[in-house]
């Protein structure tokens, strides 16, 4: 059963969330011949002040 954890910046509305679940369930299932059933998604909003890259916080 393949389970993706998502991270992203937190702002994003339902409905992209919906059709970036979608999009990402369709290809996995066509790529490894699984049933939708077997794909898990986890989506987790992270505050920019939570996220740095290359030493400098995001949020700065």
């Not at 505050?47 to 700065?60: I, R």
Request: overall charge negative.
């Amino acid at each position: 059963m393949p389970t993706f954890n998502i991270q992203l910046f937190e702002g994003r509305s339902v409905e992209q969330k919906r059709e970036l679940v979608k999009a990402i369930t369709e290809v996995t299932c066509k790529t490894l011949q699984c049933p939708p059933e077997s794909v898990d998604i986890i989506i987790q909003d992270v505050k920019k002040e939570n996220w740095a890259t290359a030493g400098k916080l995001w949020s700065d």
